[in-house]
């Protein structure tokens, strides 16, 4: 496509050279940079695009997208934010494929990864095939990959949507993170719906406050960001709230769902066992019953916000209700490990305080001996939310085993310590400090009797440990099937 064609997409930018050259395709790494590309110099937290321009020109770039001006031969775009830019032009380049899509985008501090696996499975119930994007994996058709991060940079994601196009896709189910809807990785998309979960703390090492954290979040359903056709809001949130407020203030579709009477689908009964959960919405004259294997009110959340909206979008009704009933597992959230031991053994990738509030009391529905919880907290991240999670646990556990969870370069014993400051302010004095993650598995193994549930946070469908500069593979489902025959 034209350089000239490619700018059309960009409300403004100084242009610095021929606009005439054809461009072959759009990079921001450097060393990926192919002959005819045009590429995006994007500021980093530790470095900047600009850096690695020698790289990138000598690899074949044709033109240049920076936010500094620069001397160069090549023609040269000149924008204030290259990431929303560069998202802009994506789109543009790539023909728009979420227009040709129905695109549902998922956002809030928990929840997304289930819902988004619940809002494929009612898609390809109804019969369309539904591409997935979020923080495990990639998902098309005819392709698998496991995912960088969870919503990718805007290029990929459009490369990915176009790839599910070609392959007979009719959806996408995707993860929209705060960091990614931050950094313009969504912009240009047009979703058919837009679902927000909730909001509690985590990710302030990135965004500092929770206004910013939330600002962040409320732009996947601010018009002047994305297009969202219809919103789903969870009432019961304080911060969804506000995001209905500032939508009907501007006259723009949405619909909430949650327990509070003034919900449009209203949660009105539940009731979850080991085997799963019976829910009734009500929604204008009529009470439907939604059954689902998941467990947990935490749950309840998730499947009445997928039937919301796969109902506000029109999808049919049957289908819908027997694509939440078909989704039985979630990797990595709340996944059951069945290796012929005498208590259950819970992997979840719950890391907030928040998280463990809903997903602990909801264990204690099929225990009925003593709650053992594993966890840790990620180094170079939010310390602030450490002694809160810790706190938690504390009051909501029986026993603890205290461990690492991709320390980074952090001193583990460190994040341990502030943790272990708020578990010391619940009383629990159960508390085991096992950092290697491994001996954590083998003494909660060790400790567990008949009756009792292990439940083991943080790391989710992760397969590795970040220590240091190292990714060591570390798959928990390994370590718990060791220490079972070595019990």
Not at 28 to 43: I, Q
Not at 147 to 160: G, I, K, W, Y
Not at 180 to 202: K, P, S
Not at 258 to 278: L, P, V
Request: charged letters at 25%.
């Amino acid at each position: 496509m034209q350089l000239r064609l490619l700018l059309k997409a960009l409300p403004e930018y100084e242009l610095r050279g021929d606009s005439n050259l054809e461009i072959a395709g759009i990079c921001y790494d450097s060393r990926k940079v192919k002959p005819g590309c045009l590429f995006a110099a994007l500021p980093g937290q530790k470095s900047h695009g600009l850096e690695f321009l020698s790289e990138a020109i000598a690899n074949g770039a044709a033109a240049i997208l920076a936010d500094w001006p620069i001397e160069s031969a090549l023609p040269t775009i000149l924008v204030s934010e290259t990431r929303r830019s560069m998202a802009l032009i994506s789109n543009r380049f790539y023909g728009e494929p979420s227009r040709k899509l129905k695109l549902v985008g998922i956002t809030g501090t928990n929840g997304k990864t289930t819902i988004s696996y619940l809002i494929r499975s009612i898609f390809e119930t109804a019969g369309t095939l539904c591409g997935l994007v979020g923080s495990i994996l990639y998902d098309g058709d005819q392709f698998t990959k496991q995912s960088a991060m969870t919503t990718p940079e805007s290029v990929d994601l459009q490369e990915l949507l176009i790839r599910f196009l070609n392959e007979g896709s009719g959806a996408c189910s995707m993860e929209a993170s705060s960091q990614g809807l931050d950094q313009h990785r969504v912009r240009g998309c047009t979703f058919e719906a837009a679902i927000f979960t909730n909001l509690t703390q985590d990710h302030l090492d990135y965004h500092k406050t929770m206004e910013r954290y939330f600002q962040a979040k409320q732009m996947l359903f601010d018009p002047k960001y994305c297009d969202s056709r219809i919103a789903v809001i969870n009432q019961d949130d304080e911060y969804g709230e506000r995001i209905l407020s500032s939508r009907k203030a501007d006259n723009l579709a949405s619909v909430s769902y949650g327990f509070r009477k003034e919900a449009e689908y209203r949660i009105t009964f539940w009731k979850s066992t080991i085997n799963g959960t019976d829910i009734i919405v009500h929604h204008g004259n009529m009470d439907q019953k939604i059954r689902t294997p998941l467990i947990g009110k935490y749950n309840v959340y998730n499947v009445t916000a997928a039937y919301t909206a796969a109902d506000a979008i029109g999808l049919e009704r049957d289908a819908v209700l027997s694509g939440i009933e078909q989704m039985t597992f979630i990797p990595g959230r709340l996944e059951k490990l069945e290796l012929g031991q005498p208590f259950h053994i819970i992997l979840d990738y719950a890391h907030t305080e928040d998280a463990f509030r809903q997903l602990l009391p909801s264990l204690r529905l099929f225990t009925t001996g003593r709650l053992i919880h594993i966890f840790g907290c990620r180094g170079e991240r939010d310390k602030t939310k450490r002694s809160l999670m810790g706190k938690a646990s504390g009051e909501l556990a029986d026993e603890i085993v205290l461990t690492s969870d991709n320390p980074v370069y952090e001193d583990p014993e460190q994040i341990a310590r502030e943790i272990k400051a708020g578990i010391d302010l619940s009383g629990n004095t159960n508390v085991h400090i096992l950092l290697d993650r491994g001996e954590a598995i083998a003494r909660a193994v060790s400790l567990a009797k008949t009756g009792d549930t292990i439940v083991i946070t943080g790391k989710g469908n992760e397969t590795y440990q970040l220590i240091q500069d190292k990714k060591i593979h570390f798959d928990e489902r390994e370590y718990f099937k060791s220490a079972l025959e070595n019990r």
